[in-house]
């Protein structure tokens, strides 16, 4: 259980819906589209927090750890098209740390182009499939900024880009947690 410590599972009505990393006893860091939508009209808006709880210090996505809920969710301000996606998390208690629940350590330099990364997260095994009960882990590969324009036609320095074999990478549930 304490291979990843920092990972948790954000849930909203208290069903597991994408990853997030704790930061400090106060804040958990995940992706913005996983707690808020577009209108109509393309403005974000951020759902209440009272819909959401995180489960730490667990692996498994159904029992275990502590269940938190949240007291204010932050955005980034510009945040949209896959730009900026980063929300912070309040939660209404501090957490308590132990050998299961832990700070994710903060990178204090960019991933270098080859480094083999480790994400995590309770996303489907595969397109369409269901959410796994145990945490998994996945080993991908930062690609540089030219290769991802080459692949998915994005090209930013607030971007991340990972290789990954063909039917092995993060999927859906995977999204807003740790690397």
Request: negative net charge.
């Amino acid at each position: 259980p304490g291979q990843f410590p920092y990972q948790v599972s954000l849930r909203r009505n208290g069903s597991h819906i994408c990853g997030g990393s704790i930061i400090s006893k106060n804040f958990i860091l995940t992706a913005a589209h996983c707690v808020g939508t577009f209108d109509s009209q393309g403005n974000y808006f951020t759902y209440d927090p009272k819909i959401f709880t995180v489960r730490v210090g667990s692996t498994d996505r159904f029992q275990g750890g502590v269940v938190m809920r949240i007291a204010e969710i932050i955005t980034h301000e510009n945040y949209g098209n896959f730009l900026n996606d980063v929300a912070l998390l309040r939660l209404e208690e501090p957490i308590i740390f132990s050998d299961n629940i832990q700070p994710i350590p903060l990178a204090t330099s960019e991933v270098p182009v080859g480094e083999k990364v480790i994400i995590s997260g309770w996303g489907r095994i595969k397109q369409g499939g269901d959410l796994p009960q145990k945490l998994q882990w996945n080993q991908l590969t930062a690609i540089s900024r030219n290769e991802c324009k080459e692949q998915i036609d994005m090209d930013s320095d607030s971007l991340i880009c990972l290789a990954h074999k063909s039917n092995n990478g993060a999927c859906n549930g995977d999204t807003g947690g740790p690397l």
